[in-house]
């Protein structure tokens, strides 16, 4: 069974940051791409950024392109979101993925395991 569980949410002021985390179990977590995306209320859910297998290839949405950097530590089977420069906008749930292939893509719909979601609030 694939789990993927996600950490390091929570309430941020305008211009701080964040990292996230998604530890994953049950698959070869070395063999396939990692992907975070995000969902804020009212609205659908949005990519924000992918890693291929090895960590060389990265891809992020124009949004947060300068600010947010995917990084993935194999040995540890985890991804992270590292968020800088934080605006109200980003406030989101945000949710880590593994693709069905070893490259980095940005439509859901080539992602087949799902976290549950981190909550990240941007608020002064």
């Known amino acids: 069974q694939v789990q993927l569980v996600e950490s390091g949410g929570g309430l941020v002021q305008p211009g701080g940051s964040l990292r996230l985390s998604c530890a994953a179990s049950?698959?070869?977590?070395?063999?396939?791409?990692m992907g975070w995306f995000r969902q804020a209320p009212g609205k659908e859910r949005e990519f924000v950024a992918a890693?291929?297998?090895?960590?060389?290839?990265?891809i992020y949405t124009d949004s947060v392109k300068g600010r947010f950097t995917i990084s993935r530590d194999n040995a540890k089977n985890t991804v992270y979101l590292q968020m800088n420069s934080l605006k109200p906008d980003d406030t989101a749930v945000y949710y880590c993925?593994?693709?069905?292939?070893?490259?980095?893509?940005?439509?859901?719909?080539?992602?087949?395991?799902w976290g549950s979601g981190t909550q990240v609030t941007v608020s002064s």
């Open positions: 993925a593994s693709g069905r292939t070893q490259w980095p893509q940005r439509s859901p719909v080539l992602y087949g395991y």
């Open positions: 049950g698959r070869t977590f070395s063999n396939y791409a």
């Open positions: 890693i291929s297998w090895t960590g060389d290839t990265t």
